[in-house]
């Protein structure tokens, strides 16, 4: 970027529809907007609002959610309840799960949770269908029987092919967050090719919608809630044209119809930019979840920024996870302490204090398995800084 990202922000802060602090400032800047794009305002719906949080509406769902939220993968057992206590006392009101968090053991654990504590109401409850693609997988097995070595090899290479073109995996855009993830990658554009070669994707869309209805019964079931607020689906999306199947959009119709849920989502890791610039395009998507971090800054935030004034709800993740990681180039810690010099903040509450200047996010996903993650994290929300050039 040519630009600083304090300048950057200066521009743009004036555009955006999530940032809000208070309810008043939020209606008059969300109706200016959508008086101008022809589209009512939509109207605040508040949770567990508690002095000394921040938070920031959820695009057009209304959801005005604390500026960081709980990242459930390691509250798996009744262990992390008196964390959950704090998080929810100190005003933050959405919690990020997932049917694969925990091999399977966090959904119930939460629902067990909220059912002993009574504190459903207070939370907007997210999840993910993690197992979205089996009915694929399946279909590819029994199809792949029938194939010699020389045709799934060309069928392999085909898709590999298409990865390399489109430089998903290139150094500096890609980044490995957990074991396994460029894999992810490759796994999806076989599919994708194998499932056009085969002309199998019309006749699994029945079987799909089952099992997907299947998938989300089970959700509500093990979280002991009647609806979700936020459904992710696909898990994990690592290929933008997967967004073009009318299966999604019509799946969610139905559920939001029938009171399943209140708003679409989707989440990545990989190939982030064309991931959400497809979320953007095909317009069925309330809310989207993304790597975004000191990183992949100069890749993300003009989509952030667009994505925002489209009226979708934008979850940043991965954030602080790069300081967690082995190996990691030098620059990436030192981009951050330039531009956020000095703080008592460990590396991990200060990546969060970054991401949260960007007036275009609406919040940021925050795993916080002691007491002491919890107060210091929460320090940050609200905190404005002035961020240096680098």
Same mark, same amino acid.
């Given at each position: 970027?040519?630009?600083?990202?304090?300048?950057?922000?200066?521009?743009?802060?004036?555009?955006?529809?999530?940032?809000?602090?208070?309810?008043?400032?939020?209606?008059?800047?969300?109706?200016?907007?959508?008086?101008?794009?022809?589209?009512?305002?939509?109207?605040?719906?508040?949770?567990?609002?508690?002095?000394?949080?921040?938070?920031?509406?959820?695009?057009?769902?209304?959801?005005?959610?604390?500026?960081?939220?709980?990242?459930?993968?390691?509250?798996?057992?009744?262990?992390?309840?008196?964390?959950?206590?704090?998080?929810?006392?100190?005003?933050?009101?959405?919690?990020?799960?997932?049917?694969?968090?925990?091999?399977?053991?966090?959904?119930?654990?939460?629902?067990?949770?909220?059912?002993?504590?009574?504190?459903?109401?207070?939370?907007?409850?997210?999840?993910?269908?993690?197992?979205?693609?089996?009915?694929?997988?399946?279909?590819?097995?029994?199809?792949?029987?029938? %194939?010699?070595? #020389?045709?799934? /090899?060309?069928?392999? +290479?085909?898709? $590999?092919? =298409?990865?390399?073109?489109? !430089?998903?995996?290139?150094?500096?855009?890609?980044?490995?967050?957990?074991?396994?993830?460029?894999?992810?990658?490759?796994?999806?554009?076989?599919?994708?090719?194998?499932?056009?070669?085969?002309?199998?994707?019309?006749?699994?869309?029945?079987?799909?919608?089952?099992?997907?209805?299947?998938? %989300?019964?089970? #959700?509500?079931? /093990?979280?002991?809630? +009647?609806?979700? $607020?936020? =459904?992710?689906?696909?898990? !994990?999306?690592?290929?933008?044209?997967?967004?073009?199947?009318?299966?999604?959009?019509?799946?969610?119709?139905?559920?939001?119809?029938?009171?399943?849920?209140?708003?679409?989502?989707?989440?990545?890791?990989?190939?982030?930019?064309?991931?959400?610039?497809?979320?953007?395009?095909?317009?069925?998507?309330?809310? #989207?979840?993304?790597?975004?971090?000191?990183?992949?800054?100069?890749?993300?935030?003009?989509?952030?920024?667009?994505?925002?004034?489209?009226?979708?709800?934008?979850?940043?993740?991965?954030?602080?996870?790069?300081?967690?990681?082995?190996?990691?180039?030098?620059?990436?810690?030192?981009?951050?302490?330039?531009?956020?010099?000095?703080?008592?903040?460990?590396?991990?509450?200060?990546?969060?204090?970054?991401?949260?200047?960007?007036?275009?996010?609406?919040?940021?996903?925050?795993?916080?398995?002691?007491?002491?993650?919890?107060?210091?994290?929460?320090?940050?929300?609200?905190?404005?800084?002035?961020?240096?050039?680098?």
């Amino acid at each position: 970027m040519n630009e600083s990202r304090r300048d950057f922000f200066k521009k743009t802060a004036a555009a955006s529809v999530g940032l809000s602090l208070s309810s008043s400032f939020l209606s008059c800047h969300a109706a200016s907007e959508s008086t101008a794009q022809g589209t009512a305002a939509p109207t605040p719906i508040w949770r567990n609002k508690q002095e000394g949080m921040h938070y920031r509406m959820l695009g057009r769902t209304g959801m005005m959610v604390s500026e960081l939220v709980i990242g459930s993968y390691p509250f798996h057992d009744p262990k992390s309840f008196p964390v959950l206590d704090e998080q929810i006392r100190c005003g933050i009101n959405y919690i990020d799960a997932a049917s694969a968090y925990g091999k399977g053991k966090v959904e119930p654990n939460l629902g067990q949770y909220f059912k002993e504590r009574g504190t459903r109401d207070q939370m907007f409850i997210a999840t993910k269908l993690s197992s979205y693609f089996g009915v694929v997988a399946t279909a590819l097995n029994k199809y792949e029987a029938n %194939l010699t070595d #020389a045709e799934k /090899k060309a069928l392999r +290479d085909e898709a $590999d092919t =298409l990865i390399a073109e489109r !430089g998903v995996l290139r150094p500096g855009y890609h980044i490995n967050y957990f074991g396994g993830q460029d894999k992810q990658v490759s796994r999806t554009y076989y599919r994708y090719v194998v499932l056009k070669a085969a002309g199998l994707k019309d006749g699994l869309k029945e079987e799909i919608k089952t099992n997907t209805r299947r998938l %989300l019964s089970e #959700a509500l079931e /093990k979280l002991q809630v +009647d609806t979700i $607020d936020v =459904l992710f689906c696909p898990h !994990g999306n690592a290929m933008p044209d997967i967004l073009d199947e009318p299966v999604l959009s019509e799946l969610f119709t139905e559920f939001k119809q029938e009171g399943w849920i209140s708003a679409s989502a989707v989440s990545f890791h990989n190939d982030v930019g064309n991931n959400l610039r497809k979320v953007i395009d095909v317009g069925y998507y309330d809310v #989207a979840m993304f790597a975004y971090n000191i990183a992949n800054q100069g890749v993300m935030e003009r989509l952030i920024l667009e994505a925002n004034r489209a009226g979708i709800g934008t979850i940043a993740m991965k954030v602080a996870r790069l300081f967690s990681m082995e190996n990691q180039p030098a620059w990436r810690q030192a981009k951050l302490e330039t531009s956020i010099p000095g703080t008592e903040l460990s590396i991990h509450a200060k990546a969060f204090l970054w991401a949260l200047q960007n007036p275009d996010l609406s919040c940021a996903v925050c795993q916080m398995e002691t007491l002491e993650h919890v107060k210091e994290n929460v320090s940050i929300t609200g905190r404005k800084v002035d961020l240096q050039p680098v």
